[in-house]
């Protein structure tokens, strides 16, 4: 393997990646992993703040759930989303932060 080929990302990370920011571009999704960043919130909740029907913020949970960027707990009869993990709100500002700067020029 040359030094030129070890610079690159590997066809299946490259892949992973990309189906990553895929699924965050929804405008929708953005929306609940930033009002998950520090709290745990159930679906009603989240409608009701996002003015929108629960089966619609259900769909998108049900999305970022299998995509590990949101966890579920069951909290007596509610269940519970938050973010999986730090990384996915660094994700997030780091955009937020790169729009900011643009907006400053």
Same mark, same amino acid.
């Given at each position: 393997?040359?030094? *030129? /080929? ?7 990370? &490259?892949? @992973? ?8 571009? /929804?405008? =929708? #999704? &953005?929306? &609940? $992993? +930033?009002?998950?960043?520090? *709290? ?5 909740? $989240? !409608? ?5 029907? @629960?089966?619609?913020?259900?769909? @998108?949970?049900?999305?970022?759930? =299998? !995509? #590990? $960027?949101?966890? !579920?707990? #069951? ?5 519970? +989303?938050? @973010?999986? /993990? ?5 994700? $997030?500002? *780091?955009?937020? &932060? ?6 400053? /020029?």
């Amino acid at each position: 393997m040359s030094k *030129q /080929d070890s610079l690159l990302l590997d066809e299946e990370t &490259i892949q @992973q990646v990309s189906k990553l920011f895929k699924i965050i571009s /929804d405008p =929708t #999704r &953005i929306a &609940i $992993l +930033y009002l998950l960043e520090n *709290q745990e919130l159930n679906v009603g909740t $989240l !409608a009701e703040v996002m003015h929108m029907e @629960q089966s619609a913020v259900s769909h @998108q949970l049900k999305v970022l759930k =299998t !995509a #590990r $960027l949101v966890k !579920a707990q #069951r909290k007596g009869k509610s269940m519970l +989303y938050s @973010q999986m /993990d730090n990384h996915v709100y660094s994700i $997030l500002e *780091q955009g937020i &932060i790169h729009i900011n700067e643009e907006k400053e /020029d």
